[in-house]
């Protein structure tokens, strides 16, 4: 069930990808809930809002920049 305080944060095409993404959420501490589009094509993965940024931060990280050095 979708309540108005939660957030799609990825759209799957299929159910694999959709567990997938769901339970590393799960795994990292962010609730999620599996729901079929409304055409039934897709499924979105759904967070409460207050979870939203750290699982959007989580799925998409940003770049690293800046120097890198190699110890060897």
């Not at 979708?2 to 609730?31: C, D, F, H």
């Not at 967070?47 to 931060?57: G, H, S």
Request: hydrophobic residues 45%; glycine residues 4%.
């Amino acid at each position: 069930m979708i309540t108005p305080s939660q957030t799609k944060v990825y759209s799957a095409n299929s159910q694999l990808a959709a567990n997938a993404i769901q339970s590393e959420l799960r795994n990292a501490g962010v609730p999620a809930t599996l729901v079929v589009c409304h055409n039934g094509h897709y499924m979105d993965v759904m967070v409460p809002a207050e979870y939203a940024f750290d699982a959007v931060n989580l799925l998409n990280p940003e770049r690293r920049s800046g120097e890198l050095f190699w110890v060897s």
